[in-house]
Structures are given as structure tokens and as C-alpha cells.
């Protein structure tokens, strides 16, 4: 199969299911930050930014190692699934009783905690997930099955079982049982269709030895979701419950964001690294594609933040969450970074440079610490915006520094990304000037945004009209 096909062939299976996997996930959100109100959804949405954060200490690194191991060898994938997703079981449930402990011992009121300890049975729930292993044999069909299947669990269980602030543990335990039953789903296909079988194993030696291989994978991770996580936290530290949850509104949406470019990356992940064995030159020229693909993508969500954060905050999640609109906008214009932070990153992995790629993301982490700590305090919600923006900026210009150094990629600062750019602020220039209807200037942003595409090759037009 050519490089183009494989690539189509994945992104279009990985749009399919996260376009369901992440519409399910939207809805459920907005569903629950209307039924169980601000103070609520914010505890729900503490819940499972600690699942979040502690995460990468049940992965431990597996699922980037596991990626790219079976991309080198699938031979070796039912192997590699029962010792990588063993291993992963046994440290959920340590995790889980260690944070239940912590919880406790920070006293935190018996509705709270019980919210927290069901959101947490996601860490079991998503351990045994073979969702690594189909990115890596590039069978995305079947991850698509499994987010389905995910998806209309979480959707049928929350209509069914969430009905007032009252049900805010039971929403929880939903979300961690629909991801379960996404995991067994994806089980039993891979048994049926591949004859690759889960056995757990408990070999600490063999275990031990892994995590050796994937130590890396793992502190990069751990970076990661603290970027993600550190200024919720902050939030919830320092303000009220209240702000917490204005705060989770459009955190959750950019939540959403990150795991669909993380969906997007994870698809191209095993193309990269198998072309930059087999033809350098190529693999380059491969991630430059990317860069432009992605950013068309995302620059335009970013100016649609600038244009219209209180219209999208009141369609999406009501009135009663119109304070936080200035918190979308920030984040929405930190999305582009977020893009950048996560393909560099991906493509030092691919490469085989993984331990360089932890300095530069926790470099981001300390600078989103610091804003947290000095603006939070002092201009709220939005400073823990502005800090997640100022940090992904910093990740990503270390990272893209780095990839040009040690791999000899291109800058996305090019011809492209500049011509993207401007026209993106012309519109939001026209938009403020002439006070149109928000309708008119998402139609006129698809047609230029349709002109650049077949400007710049990105829409192959020739290829449209050999279809044709």
C-alpha cells in the first residue's frame, strides 16, 4: 500500500471514531454540566482530571513503546499486549488504593470522595484496552468498533442513570464502566479477527525489564497530562468551587481537543516511524505535510475563540457559563501550540530520540507552575488559561528547536503557515470591523480556507478530478 493510501486509510478510521468517540464524549459533557450544575460538574470534573494525572503511572510508558514495537514487529503483538497490558492492570489498582488513600487523608467530604473513587475505576477499565496494539498493526477499523461501542455505553448510561447534582458518582462509575466495556469489546474482536488473545501474566522480572524500555514513554507522559492538569488544579486549590466549575467547562472542550490530536498523532505515529528506518528523506518531507494539514485544522478553531467565545459558551453549556468565555478564547488560541507541541514530540518518538523530548515538556510544565501560582490568585480563572498557553508555547518551541537539530526537520514557520495565518487574521479583522453575522463569516472562512487548501497542494485537486 503507497505512504498516501496507508496514511488516508488511518486518518480516516481515526477521524470516524473520534468524531464519535469525542461526540459522544461532547454530549455527554454538555448533558452533565446542565444537569448537575456548575459546583457539581466542577467535583466531576476534578474526579477525572485525577484519573488524568495519575494515568501515566498505570501506562507507564506502554502504549507510545507498545506502538511502536508492534509497528516493527507484528509478530510480536500478543506477546507484548499480555505482558504491557498486565503490568498495566496491576499498577491501576495499586494506583487507585493509593490515591483512595490520599483522598481520604486530605479529608475530603464523603460525596466528593466518592465521586473521585468512581471516576478512578476508569484506570482498570482503560488498562486492558488493546487500543495501542490496533494503532500499531494500523487497523484503525477496529478502534473505531471499540470508541463505538464506548461511545454509546457512556451516552445510553448517562441519559439512563444521571438525572440531578444527586447522581454525580454515578456519572463517574458510567464514564469508567462505558471505557470497560469499549476494552472488552476490542478484546474479543482482536481474538476474532487477528487470533491475538489477552492473557494476563505476572512476571515482575519481565515486568521490571519493560519498564526499562519504557521509561521514557512514561516521564514524557507524566509531562504531559501535568501541562493539562496543573492549572485545574490550581483552580480548584486556590478558588471556589464555583469558579472550579466555570473553569471545567471549557477545560473539558480542550480536553476533548488534546485527545483528538493525540488520536491524530498515535494514527500517523507507526507511518513515521517506520519511514524514517526505511527513507529519511521521505519521513521528512511526510511530517512538513502533517505540520500543514494539522495547523489548517486548528488555526481557524483558534480564531473562531477570538470571534465568538460567549456565543459557542452559551450554545454549548448555557447561560450560567458565559463568565468563563474569556477562559475559551485563551485556550481555543493555545490549541495551534498544543498541535505543534504534540507532532514534534511524536516525531522525536518515531525517531528513536524519546529522551530528549522530556526536558523540553517539562520545561512547559514549570512555566505553567509559575503563571498558575503568580495569576491565579490575583486575575483567576483566566490566569490559569494564560498559563497553559505561555507553557505550550514554550514545550513547543523547544520541541520543534530540537527535531530541526537532531532529525533536520523544517520549522512550521514557512511560506504556508504564514499565508494560513494571515488569512485567518484578516477574517477576524473583517468579522470585528463589520460586525457580521457570525454565519456569514464561517461561510466566507470556508471558502478561503478551500482556496488555500488548493493553493498550497493540500487539497489535490488532481487527484479529485481522476476520481471524477
Not at 81 to 99: G, P, Y
Not at 156 to 173: E, H, M, N, Q, R
Not at 444 to 466: E, M, Q, V
Request: hydrophobic share 55%.
Amino acid at each position: 500500500m503507497s505512504l498516501f493510501r496507508r496514511a488516508s486509510s488511518n486518518l480516516i478510521w481515526v477521524t470516524l471514531s473520534d468524531v464519535l468517540a469525542k461526540g459522544a464524549t461532547i454530549f455527554a459533557t454538555i448533558y452533565l454540566a446542565r444537569i448537575l450544575g456548575v459546583t457539581e460538574f466542577g467535583v466531576l470534573s476534578l474526579g477525572i482530571a485525577i484519573a488524568g494525572t495519575v494515568w501515566p503511572l498505570v501506562d507507564l510508558g506502554t502504549n507510545g513503546y507498545g506502538i511502536r514495537e508492534v509497528a516493527r514487529n507484528p509478530a510480536s503483538a500478543q506477546t507484548l499486549m499480555s505482558s504491557l497490558n498486565s503490568m498495566r492492570l496491576a499498577a491501576s489498582v495499586v494506583v487507585i488504593i493509593a490515591t483512595g488513600i490520599i483522598i481520604h487523608l486530605l479529608g475530603f467530604e464523603d460525596s466528593k470522595k466518592w465521586t473521585v473513587l468512581a471516576t478512578l475505576v476508569y484506570l482498570s477499565a482503560h488498562a486492558i484496552s488493546p487500543d495501542w496494539v490496533v494503532r500499531g498493526l494500523e487497523r484503525m477499523s477496529i478502534g473505531f468498533a471499540m470508541n463505538s461501542i464506548a461511545a454509546v455505553s457512556f451516552i445510553l448510561g448517562t441519559v439512563v442513570f444521571v438525572s440531578g447534582p444527586d447522581d454525580t458518582a454515578i456519572a463517574g462509575l458510567v464514564r469508567s464502566v462505558a471505557f470497560g466495556i469499549g476494552s472488552v469489546a476490542g478484546i474479543l474482536i482482536l481474538i476474532r479477527y487477528k487470533n491475538i488473545r489477552y492473557r494476563f501474566t505476572a512476571k515482575l522480572s519481565d515486568w521490571f525489564a519493560l519498564i526499562k524500555q519504557t521509561y521514557h514513554f512514561l516521564i514524557n507522559r507524566v509531562a504531559t497530562n501535568l501541562g493539562q492538569y496543573i492549572p485545574f488544579f490550581a483552580v480548584s486549590i486556590v478558588l471556589a468551587d464555583t469558579d472550579t466549575g466555570l473553569f471545567a467547562a471549557p477545560h473539558r472542550l480542550y480536553i476533548i481537543a488534546v485527545s483528538g490530536m493525540a488520536a491524530i498523532t498515535t494514527a500517523v505515529y507507526p507511518i513515521l516511524t517506520d519511514l524514517h528506518q526505511k527513507d529519511p528523506e521521505k519521513f521528512r518531507r511526510f511530517q512538513r505535510k502533517l505540520v500543514d494539514y494539522i495547523l489548517l485544522l486548528f488555526v481557524p478553531a483558534a480564531g473562531l475563540g477570538v470571534i465568538a467565545p460567549e456565543q459557542l459558551m452559551d450554545l454549548i453549556f448555557g447561560a450560567d457559563y458565559l463568565a468563563a468565555s474569556s477562559v475559551l478564547t485563551i485556550m481555543l488560541l493555545t490549541l495551534p501550540m498544543l498541535a505543534m507541541r504534540s507532532l514534534f514530540m511524536f516525531t522525536l518518538l518515531s525517531a528513536g530520540h524519546e529522551k530528549y523530548a522530556f526536558p523540553a515538556n517539562m520545561a512547559g510544565v514549570a512555566v505553567q507552575l509559575v503563571i498558575a501560582v503568580i495569576l491565579v490568585p490575583t486575575i483567576g480563572i483566566e490566569g490559569a488559561a494564560i498559563g497553559m498557553l505561555v507553557g505550550e508555547l514554550t514545550s513547543a518551541t523547544i520541541l520543534i528547536s530540537l527535531c530541526s537539530r537532531k532529525i533536520g526537520v523544517c520549522s512550521p514557520i514557512q511560506g504556508e503557515t504564514l499565508m494560513l495565518l494571515s488569512i485567518t487574521a484578516t477574517l477576524i479583522c473583517l468579522h470585528l470591523w463589520r460586525e457580521w453575522h457570525l454565519g456569514i463569516t464561517i461561510g466566507i472562512s470556508i471558502i478561503a480556507y478551500t482556496l488555500y487548501g488548493l493553493k498550497t497542494g493540500l487539497i489535490p485537486l488532481n487527484k479529485l478530478r481522476k476520481q471524477a
